[in-house]
């Protein structure tokens, strides 16, 4: 049950896809793109096993586009051919344009990011102490500065932060601080807010990306800051750099943006590899590019399109493509440590994320299997993902060691109410209900949150936890904690549920 109300998606039937061809390498494109055919395969096989109905790619070398390509159809009757100049909602990944013009209002003295935020808008809702930097670190949450908690809403603050220092609205800013500058085209974008709701194509974000690395958007020691990760009050590494997620993977610095929309309407990607001026831009008409593979703790690794980009561009020999095994192969496990033994590159996170590819399918058997396999071979790490995974894996050692897991990630961000949720959850499979109340009652007392839809429906989500622990030896507390659930107005399929356990007290 608690996978079931964490995962909120629909299962998508796609019939009759039809690839279509990548743009062809240019005789004068480096040697490593004269081999789009492997990345072709591992798109649509991802395609296929995520039942994604469409989606396009484009990348971008050292300020040129090196090449793009779409694949599968666009939803609705007549499926048209899913297309590099499909319009789509970016969803968050308009967090990172955001960013930008954010910078660029710091470049002309309009804006300072140790400045509080009500000393711009004195009507928002927030400590004093709420500077913008925590919006943009994702930090204004619990313990201002110390933890960093993905919040949305609290990001969809800086478009009032950021019309109020350039004078006019968000939608003019980005045209004039991004589109007009990029050669981008202005599609209407009603939702449009500083986190999300920006309409484009996958062409245009490669105009976008293509700027970045002509410098035409920002100076380079701005554009070196989306490069750097911020770092805790306390002077840890925060999973974010300004606006943009920054971490590295297998040596390599990664700095990047997701996008999650609506179930059915659309996904988003965009990894850029500063060092090597490399960038890739992903537009899915499905939110799955991203939702099985817990984007918003942090870690692209994760991400098995971003993985097999890597891997193709960044860790092979120029037209030498690291090929991947078949995902459900029999032998893969022997399959990696043969690839290992050739070449520099650890399959441990690709890996992990077919298992979550599998999770998500509910083929839990093969998830496990996979999981097993680097649970055998890699040293093990406390890891968000593999902690959030482990709900759904059946044995008892994955959870008791989840569990262990949960502690250290605790330990390390005390107020991530993901990881509460999750442990929390972990704990009660476990029958540990003393220790499980703690955690659902932790989330329910967190200071400092947004009173938004999310923040309600983590309150829901405790207080059904705490029912059901509740329910035989508390009836009485039980009972509050399902009027409470009931009275917050939160469906998500809980609503019923906790209206037949009332019931049953009566």
């Not at 933890?147 to 800013?173: C, H, K, P, W």
């Not at 989306?226 to 943009?244: A, F, H, Q, Y």
């Not at 918003?296 to 991400?303: A, F, N, R």
Request: glycine letters at 8%; hydrophobic letters at 45%; aromatic letters at 8%.
């Amino acid at each position: 049950m608690a996978w079931q109300a964490l995962r909120r998606s629909s299962r998508l039937t796609v019939l009759g896809l039809r690839p279509r061809a990548l743009a062809i390498a240019r005789p004068d494109m480096p040697c490593r793109f004269r081999t789009p055919r492997v990345f072709k395969e591992e798109l649509t096989d991802l395609q296929g096993a995520l039942a994604i109905p469409g989606l396009a790619y484009v990348i971008v070398e050292d300020g040129r586009v090196l090449g793009s390509g779409a694949l599968g159809v666009e939803r609705g009757e007549e499926g048209a051919p899913f297309a590099v100049d499909t319009q789509l909602r970016i969803a968050s990944v308009t967090k990172a344009l955001t960013a930008v013009v954010a910078l660029r209002l710091i470049e002309v003295g309009q804006l300072d990011l140790d400045t509080s935020v009500r000393l711009y808008t004195p009507d928002l809702a927030l400590p004093d102490d709420v500077h913008v930097r925590h919006l943009l670190t994702h930090t204004s949450k619990g313990r201002i500065g110390a933890e960093y908690v993905y919040g949305t809403n609290r990001y969809a603050m800086l478009q009032d932060v950021i019309e109020a220092t350039g004078r006019m609205s968000f939608d003019e800013l980005v045209r004039q601080y991004i589109l007009d500058r990029a050669g981008m085209e202005p599609y209407p974008s009603p939702a449009l807010g500083a986190h999300a709701g920006m309409v484009s194509t996958t062409r245009d974000m490669g105009k976008f990306l293509v700027a970045l690395d002509r410098g035409e958007l920002l100076k380079s020691a701005s554009l070196a800051q989306l490069d750097v990760p911020s770092r805790s009050t306390t002077g840890e590494p925060l999973p974010v750099s300004l606006g943009w997620f920054s971490q590295t993977a297998q040596g390599e610095r990664l700095v990047w943006s997701f996008g999650q929309d609506d179930p059915e309407h659309s996904g988003a990607l965009l990894l850029r590899v500063p060092e090597r001026k490399l960038s890739l831009f992903i537009l899915a008409n499905s939110n799955v590019l991203s939702d099985p593979f817990r984007l918003l703790m942090g870690d692209i690794s994760k991400s098995p399109f971003a993985m097999s980009f890597l891997r193709l561009f960044v860790f092979s020999q120029p037209g030498q493509p690291l090929e991947r095994p078949m995902r459900g192969a029999s032998d893969i496990g022997n399959r990696v440590v043969s690839l290992e033994a050739a070449a520099r590159y650890s399959w441990a996170d690709e890996m992990l994320s077919w298992g979550l590819i599998d999770l998500w399918n509910g083929d839990v058997a093969e998830g496990q299997r996979k999981f097993d396999i680097v649970r055998a071979r890699y040293p093990h790490e406390a890891d968000a993902v593999v902690h959030f995974a482990a709900l759904r894996l059946p044995g008892a050692l994955d959870k008791d060691q989840a569990i262990q897991d949960g502690e250290q990630l605790l330990v390390d961000h005390p107020a991530n109410r993901w990881v509460l949720l999750v442990q929390g959850y972990l704990l009660q499979q476990r029958e540990r209900t003393a220790e499980a109340s703690r955690h659902f009652q932790t989330i329910l007392d967190l200071p400092n949150q947004e009173p938004d839809f999310v923040h309600r429906l983590f309150q829901a989500w405790s207080w059904m936890a705490l029912a059901q622990m509740s329910m035989k030896d508390e009836p009485e507390q039980a009972r509050v904690y399902l009027n409470q659930l009931i009275a917050s107005g939160i469906e998500d399929g809980m609503l019923d549920e906790a209206k037949r356990m009332l019931a049953s007290l009566d």
